[in-house]
């Protein structure tokens, strides 16, 4: 399964950004999707994630009530829609999916069995 993520840029503090992950992948409707986040130096961080028929959705206490994760597996595409952005949310943000459906791992990093190449957002002050 190859990702294809999108959408990242330059955003002022406050502002708006809507990221795309999109698949060619037929079989995408039966995967779940997650967003995860990485600066250099750190760890691959946790950012939301949305079960592979869109009925549930899970989010970081960092974005939630500011990101909202959907997906359209008519279009095979996953989104992140990025709210009030600041600037701690800079970083690259990277797709992946996973057959894997215990929802209690979605936040693992390990867990997912595909990733797209990130896609870079930067939130100035």
């Known amino acids: 399964v190859q990702l294809q993520a999108s959408g990242g840029g330059l955003v002022q503090a406050g502002g708006s950004l809507r990221l795309s992950c999109a698949t060619s992948?037929?079989?995408?409707?039966?995967?779940?999707v997650g967003w995860f986040r990485q600066v250099p130096g750190k760890d691959r961080e946790f950012v939301a994630a949305?079960?592979?028929?869109?009925?549930?959705?899970f989010y970081a206490d960092s974005v939630k009530g500011r990101f909202t994760i959907s997906r359209d597996n008519t279009k095979k595409t996953v989104y992140l829609q990025m709210n009030s952005l600041k600037p701690e949310d800079t970083a690259v943000y990277l797709c992946a999916a996973r057959q894997n459906r215990y929802e209690g791992s979605f936040h693992i990093p390990g867990t997912y069995d595909f990733w797209g190449q990130g896609t870079l957002v930067t939130v100035s002050s």
């Open positions: 949305i079960t592979f028929d869109g009925k549930s959705t």
């Open positions: 992948e037929r079989t995408f409707s039966s995967y779940g």
